[in-house]
């Protein structure tokens, strides 16, 4: 039968056998109070409490264990360590360190640059530095759930209980415990009473003979071998007025309490009889002929009969203790309180373990600050977030920040704003979306390209992270009565419940049936009762009822919703909400305008649509269409990694078929690849130069 019993506490072990002691209907829940958790001899920290309590209640339970962790600064408080004073009970050190070099060389622990143990004869000491911009509580996290920082205790309280395996609780267990100690005080009491009662016998012998010690001697000199003389003792009745006082006080008139001083199995013939003699029996005699004569003095004679009132006193007490049930449970109270006394107030008694009792094992997320912040993906798939503070509003036209590094063959393709908290769905060229949460996506500067896209999903070959549609707000929830709206180059469009995407898979799931040649353009939340608009990259644009779509499943491929020239292919997808926005197309030389979206009159869907914009050599291809407001910002984009904040009011408002205004103004050979709306909480300062005030930060919608 396995057993697996965690140490406790001396201090708290001992409280709580008192409190049995002195009451012994006590309940598990009061015994819980005195001893609230196990205490593990190398300290850490007991992560909750209700494994314990379940242990405690039904003898089977796990204990949650954590090792005692701080932070301390380094390199000039530029980066931040990890420092590992205390680990889990039974955790082996080496391997616990070997393991966490093992999943930072898999790339499976994030953000660890070095591991060090500087453990000496002080104490445990285990350096853990992070890079640069990693939060440590994160860090921390991901430690306790992949390595054995984190370990737990599997209570199993099995015990032998008269010779049978039984599951205690923690009631059992000191009931159990007072039981044996009861036993061991009772038969530790009978084995002193047997020793006091031989120890009594043969002081007897000696008191009867220096009592009649002349006629002892006599005796003895006349006898020609100690055999004899030893016979010839035993063969006489000897009188003692002290030995038959004595026993008279200690046993009274019973004969009964007589007997409870005489050693066990000794004969009726030996001892006081009847007549108030006495009869030597074979011990005693052997005991006097061994006797010194030293012993003959008168101070030996007062010693030997202050040891036989002595001895008669303590079996006198020892009888009392087994007559007494009370005073046996008196001796085990007095015998915890001294062993507490003794081992419970030094630093060896006091409490190693520190307990979490209203832990509760947080995700990584509940460690993150919700912030906003603007995350771009580049066109070959490096996505990286920094917060929406670090750019500056700029005035039309200005040269704006360099919002990333890129190689030379790679430009960001895709950027929005959202909160840490938020959920992205990320769909690929092959109509498939995968689940991300914003906190996932990793901070980088202004002049750090980001991480490959392909490190955070199982991509397959030719696959590329092309849309990103953050879930803010009520839609964390994934309502039913919502969809996503989605729409390819090729100009089919589709339109799916949400809450067919509230279940995320590491591997994804597939959002659009596609044909061959075509991807996926764009994708938007709608509630179903909205106008769609479909803008292609020849200046032409779509308006249709979203109620022309009706809902279709993840698997569907969906229905046409703008028709195509050959060489054409739709490049956004806009769902209108109001007619008081405006349509802001950008094309891919740096100009674009603004037009009110009631110019864009609702027709059906599956036509080739009106003009947007106008065409023409200065402009170029259309890269870029949004809805905004005039008190809006935008961000704009290029293929070289330039990020510009323009106010919206700033870029002037133009019929359909007009050709716009610079928005940017681009170096040689790059291109304008993209703009994203954004929604301001407070006024921007007006500024008369190229870069303006700094804006406040915002959200989009």
């Keep these: 039968m396995a057993t697996n019993i965690p140490p406790h506490n001396l201090n708290e072990v001992v409280d709580a056998c008192q409190h049995v002691l002195k009451n012994p209907e006590a309940t598990i829940d009061e015994l819980m109070e005195i001893i609230p958790a196990p205490d593990f001899p190398t300290a ?30 380094i390199d000039k408080g530029q980066r931040q360590s990890i420092i590992v004073d205390e680990i889990p009970y039974q955790v082996n050190k080496k391997n616990l360190l070997e393991r966490m ?9 994030e953000g660890i640059s070095h591991i060090q143990d500087e453990s000496d004869k002080s104490g445990m000491r285990v350096v853990i530095e992070l890079k640069r911009g990693e939060v440590p509580e994160v860090v921390l996290n991901n430690l306790y759930k992949q390595t054995q920082l984190q370990d737990s205790f599997g209570i199993n309280m099995v015990a032998l209980i008269d010779g049978q395996p039984k599951l205690c609780n923690l009631k059992d267990l000191i009931a159990i415990f007072l039981e044996h100690r009861r036993e061991v005080v009772t038969r530790r009491t009978v084995f002193e009473l047997r020793k006091a009662r031989e120890r009594g016998h043969v002081l007897e012998g000696l008191a009867v003979a220096l009592a009649n010690i002349d006629e002892f001697i006599a005796t003895i000199k006349a006898s020609p071998t100690p055999p004899v003389a030893k016979s010839a003792l035993m063969g006489k009745s000897w009188d003692s007025s002290m030995v038959r006082d004595m026993l008279a006080r200690v046993a009274g008139d019973s004969a009964e309490g007589s007997d409870a001083y005489r050693p066990e ?3 009726p013939n030996f001892g006081l009889q009847a007549d108030g003699l006495y009869r030597l029996s074979d011990e005693q005699a ?39 049930p009370a005073r046996v449970t008196t001796i085990i ?49 490096y996505i990286k977030s920094q917060l929406l503070s670090e750019y500056r509003a700029q005035r039309r036209g200005g040269r704006g920040k360099q919002a990333t590094q890129n190689k030379e063959d790679d430009w960001v393709e895709q950027l929005f704003i959202a909160n840490t908290h938020d959920y992205i769905l990320c769909f690929t060229t092959l109509g498939r979306v995968y689940w991300l949460k914003v906190w996932e996506v990793p901070q980088g500067s202004r002049g750090s390209r980001g991480r490959p896209i392909v490190n955070m999903f199982p991509l397959q070959t030719g696959e590329k992270v092309n849309v990103v549609l953050p879930l803010t707000g009520g839609f964390r929830s994934f309502p039913a009565d919502h969809y996503v709206f989605m729409a390819t180059a090729q100009g089919v469009v589709k339109k799916t419940s949400l809450d067919e995407f509230s279940n995320p898979r590491k591997a994804g799931i597939i959002a659009v049936d596609l044909d061959d040649g075509d991807y996926l353009i764009g994708a938007a939340l709608t509630d179903g009762i909205h106008d769609v608009m479909l803008f292609s990259d020849g200046g032409k644009a779509v308006r249709f009822d979203e109620k022309d779509v009706r809902a279709v499943g993840r698997g569907a491929r969906g229905v046409r919703g703008m028709a195509l020239d050959a060489t054409q292919s739709v490049i956004a997808m806009l769902v209108a909400e109001d007619e008081s926005q405006s349509v802001l197309t950008a094309t891919e030389n740096g100009y674009g305008k603004r037009t009110g979206i009631a110019e864009y ?19 170029g291809k259309v890269v870029a269409a949004t809805l905004v407001r005039p008190d809006d910002e935008i961000m704009l984009i290029t293929d070289s990694g330039v990020l510009v904040r323009t106010r919206v009011a700033e870029i002037r408002q133009l019929g359909r078929a007009t050709q716009g205004v610079t928005l940017i103004a681009l170096d040689d050979d790059a291109k304008l690849i993209g703009l994203q709306r954004i929604v301001e909480n407070d006024a921007a300062e007006d500024g008369s130069d190229d870069t303006g005030g700094t804006a406040s930060e915002g959200d989009i919608e």
């Design 265 to 267: 199995g000794l004969s």
């Design 601 to 619: 009159t609702r027709h059906g869907r599956g036509t080739k649509g009106m003009i947007a914009i106008q065409q023409s050599e200065r402009n």
């Design 333 to 381: 109270g007095d015998e915890l309180a001294a062993l507490k006394q003794e081992f419970g107030q030094t630093k060896v008694g006091a409490r190693r373990s520190f307990i979490e009792k209203n832990a509760t094992d947080l995700e990584t997320e509940d460690l993150i600050t919700p912030t906003d912040v603007v995350v771009t993906l580049s066109h070959t798939g």
């Design 286 to 324: 052997s005991e006097i002929l061994q006797m010194r004569l030293q012993r003959l003095t008168g101070l030996e004679q007062d010693k030997i009969i202050g040891e036989y009132r002595e001895v008669m006193a303590q079996i006198a007490d020892l009888l009392g203790i087994l007559a007494t």
């Design 44 to 73: 850490g920290i007991i992560h909750g409490l209700g494994g314990v309590r379940e242990g405690y209640r039904t003898g089977r339970g796990r204990v949650v264990m954590r090792a005692k962790c701080h932070f301390e600064e």
């Design 101 to 109: 070099a093992e999943l930072v060389h898999e790339k499976k622990l």
